[in-house]
């Protein structure tokens, strides 16, 4: 394990269901953030947060709320999406935002919606 | 626009060979340079980090190069073994430690 730990591993959701991701490191981080990976794209950077304060939002749809309580949870709560929704999510983590010493990713959710 | 262009996309190699994998970027200014690896349906693992002042690094059968001048940098694998195989990612940090990543090159080592 990395230290960054995703749940689900996977999950398939229809189009009007509600649910969401979870994100979890116990590395001492400040920053964390959440990536789309699609087949054959380069990641996506979708949203950051630095000492639970969002940073950027990278004209992310409103159908990805992202939640960020305190430095070491990420959530990332869907609803109502899309089938080009389907990706692998990533949560990675760094020292802070603008030290991004030990940059480490989760194993991701692979999200799929019928 | 900062890109990383990655090459081949695409490798296959049989096991005990060796292996180069090419990064070209744009990315100004640059921070570092790593190389990851992503097994299918994991997150990327970290294999290498180089800032400006270095030009080669080793983790293991991994050695990664980098050449600032000419904005380069190449992964080499030896004597690949099956569990190389993957996708290979290289990522540049710029400005703000903002990461542009490569699309990756898909690795299969084969008996």
């Known amino acids: 394990e990395t230290g960054v730990t995703q749940t689900p591993r996977h999950l398939v959701m229809g189009m009007t269901n509600k649910k969401s991701l979870k994100c979890e490191q116990h590395l001492g981080h400040n920053a964390m953030y959440w990536y789309k990976q699609s087949a054959k794209k380069p990641l996506e950077l979708m949203f950051v947060y630095n000492f639970k304060e969002q940073t950027e939002n990278n004209s992310v749809p409103s159908r990805f709320s992202p939640e960020c309580p305190n430095s070491s949870h990420l959530f990332l709560h869907l609803h109502t999406l899309q089938p080009e929704d389907s990706a692998l999510y990533l949560c990675?983590?760094?020292?802070?935002?603008?030290?991004?010493?030990?940059?480490?990713f989760g194993s991701g959710t692979r999200l799929t919606v019928v | 626009k900062n890109q990383v262009e990655q090459s081949p996309q695409s490798l296959i190699i049989l096991e005990g060979k060796n292996c180069t994998l090419q990064?070209?970027?744009?990315?100004?200014?640059?921070?570092?340079l790593r190389w990851y690896k992503q097994d299918t349906g994991r997150g990327p693992v970290s294999l290498t980090i180089m800032t400006f002042s270095e030009n080669t690094k080793s983790n293991g059968r991994y050695t990664a190069t980098l050449d600032a001048d000419t904005k380069q940098s190449s992964l080499h694998i030896t004597a690949s073994q099956l569990s190389d195989s993957a996708s290979y990612i290289c990522v540049v940090t710029g400005g703000g430690n903002k990461l542009t990543f490569g699309t990756g090159t898909q690795l299969k080592v084969e008996l």
């Open positions: 990675a983590s760094s020292q802070d935002r603008d030290r991004g010493y030990g940059y480490t």
């Open positions: 990064c070209n970027y744009t990315v100004s200014p640059f921070s570092n």
